[in-house]
């Protein structure tokens, strides 16, 4: 079912209030909106969980399951390989498809080849991509530092993102769990000198020259504390390249991005649910512009030609749900184009959706249609602590050099601690974006849209918003939908 069906038997079941195509909802209209929405939402959840697999038959079918053996060929569901490294020793060619037994966990990454469609076969839930080496929940595993309270890994790290407490990766009942123990990360502008600089319960501190891993534990050992301890380090889940596609996978615990990828063509992600992930350090502590984390569901960063995103569950993502960004270098002609995003379910990100591509003049995007997405919760994730109020769900730099053809249709935008639209540089109507039948769902009062870059200007949620949109995008047709402001 598309969210453009959603949305529109949602609007058809109320009584709107409206004025010149945009409509207000507030009160009891406004409380049987959201109730309706929130039915449509797990039924949506659910339809991706079991989406179904699918994919090419006419090359290589290639079999991966955790009662596999890496010295089986791979060839067939009863000599299954066991490993996602092992699928680099394979001879893949373009046509090919490796598929992965539902049910199963399989730790490790994936660096996908050229032409090859990654998915599922059997039955049961998807097959989960974790980027976690281990369950660390071994007091074994964890020393003394002679540092009151602060406990060391015995294994080296690196860049370690995140860290969930309690929280088994390969539980499907685990799926949709919004409320995993996380531990906190300490870093500073000058930097980490020392893990005497953990003070409080479940901090963390990653010590890249050392690859040390340090955690401060004021109940014992923590391997001895809890049950399951995962460890995110920096890597991606996927590292895609061209004429890929990634169907009925779910990725977890991966320190960078869920599926990543620089300059593609034809990269398809469907059907996948996305948790856990990011919270890596792109520029290092002491570094200009540092220290900088990162981690994203879905990204490109450089140019694309043929770039899909949808039917995706994101949550609990430290960044971004899904984006196309670039910040280039000069001389350096980047185009983005023929992008899709739809019927995405984004929820308890940083960002939600974001593009931007700009820098001198060579920057150029086309073809873009981002719809039917539902992007909720900004702002609340496990990596918003001390940001959350600077939350922008959904994102565009209108200073990309030259964009044609994008277009935003049919989005529900529904609660954010922070900002629902953000858009940088011009007061004016842009042109080349056009914003058509969207909903945006806030309390009244709370902020609306960042609207410029030097003379920036924040709106409020209130009437005044269909006239922020309208004159900025263009949108004369979106639905306004007051709520009381959350529980704590």
């Known amino acids: 079912m598309k969210l453009l069906c959603v949305v529109g038997?949602?609007?058809?079941s109320v009584a709107l209030a409206?004025?010149?195509g945009v409509r207000f909802l507030e009160g009891k209209t406004a409380q049987d909106y959201v109730a309706k929405l929130a039915e449509k939402t797990a039924a949506w959840r659910q339809r991706i969980v079991e989406s179904k697999s699918e994919y090419p038959t006419t090359?290589?079918?290639?079999?991966?399951?955790?009662?596999?053996?890496?010295?089986?060929?791979?060839?067939?569901?009863?000599k299954a390989i066991a490993s996602c490294g092992h699928l680099e020793k394979l001879s893949l060619k373009?046509?090919?498809?490796?598929?992965?037994?539902?049910?199963?966990?399989?730790?490790?990454?994936?660096?996908?080849?050229?032409?090859?469609?990654?998915?599922?076969?059997?039955?049961?839930?998807k097959p989960v991509i974790c980027g976690s080496r281990k369950n660390f929940a071994h007091a074994g595993l964890w020393k003394e530092t002679g540092i009151p309270n602060v406990w060391t890994c015995v294994e080296p790290m690196s860049n370690v993102g995140l860290i969930t407490f309690d929280h088994d990766p390969a539980d499907p009942k685990e799926v949709g769990r919004y409320d995993v123990l996380t531990a906190q990360m300490v870093h500073s502008r000058r930097g980490v000198e020392s893990p005497r600089q953990l003070t409080k319960d479940l901090e963390f501190w990653s010590d890249q020259s050392k690859k040390a891993l340090y955690l401060y534990s004021d109940k014992g050992n923590p391997g001895g504390r809890f049950r399951q301890i995962e460890i995110a380090e920096s890597g991606h889940g996927?590292?895609?390249?061209?004429?890929?596609?990634?169907d009925n996978l779910h990725i977890t615990l991966v320190g960078c991005h869920g599926v990543g990828s620089g300059t593609v063509r034809n990269l398809e992600v469907r059907n996948c649910i996305f948790d856990w992930l990011g919270g890596s350090l792109l520029i290092?502590?002491?570094?200009?512009?540092?220290?900088?984390?990162?981690?994203?569901?879905?990204?490109?960063?450089g140019g694309c030609d043929g770039y899909r995103v949808h039917d995706c569950w994101m949550y609990q993502i430290y960044d971004t749900g899904i984006t196309h960004q670039c910040h280039h270098a000069k001389n350096d002609r980047i185009v983005q184009k023929n992008v899709e995003y739809a019927r995405n379910l984004v929820e308890y990100c940083f960002w939600s959706i974001e593009y931007y591509n700009a820098f001198n003049g060579y920057g150029e995007t086309q073809n873009v249609y981002v719809h039917d997405n539902h992007c909720r919760m900004g702002g609340?994730?496990?990596?918003?602590?001390?940001r959350a109020g600077g939350a922008p769900m959904f994102s565009i730099d209108d200073r990309p050099d030259k964009t044609v053809n994008y277009v935003n249709e049919g989005n529900i935008l529904e609660l954010c601690t922070g900002i629902l639209v953000n858009n940088f540089g011009r007061h004016t109507p842009p042109p080349e974006f056009v914003f058509r039948r969207n909903v945006y769902i806030q309390p009244r009062g709370w902020k609306f849209a960042h609207i410029g870059?030097?003379?920036?200007?924040?709106?409020?949620?209130d009437e005044s918003a269909a006239d922020v949109i309208r004159e900025t995008f263009g949108e004369t047709d979106g639905t306004f939908v007051f709520v009381p402001e959350p529980r704590k």
Not at 380 to 386: E, P, V
């Open 284 to 301: 290092p502590e002491g570094k200009k512009g540092g220290p900088c984390r990162f981690g994203n569901a879905v990204e490109v960063y």
């Open 59 to 78: 090359g290589t079918l290639w079999y991966v399951s955790a009662a596999g053996s890496d010295a089986n060929d791979g060839r067939s569901p009863e």
């Open 380 to 386: 609340y994730g496990w990596g918003c602590r001390g």
């Open 9 to 12: 038997s949602l609007l058809a």
């Open 18 to 20: 409206e004025t010149n």
């Open 94 to 125: 373009s046509g090919d498809t490796v598929l992965f037994r539902r049910g199963d966990l399989f730790r490790g990454h994936l660096r996908a080849c050229r032409g090859v469609t990654y998915s599922a076969y059997g039955t049961g839930a």
């Open 238 to 246: 996927v590292n895609g390249t061209d004429d890929v596609t990634i």
């Open 453 to 461: 870059d030097r003379d920036p200007r924040v709106s409020k949620f």
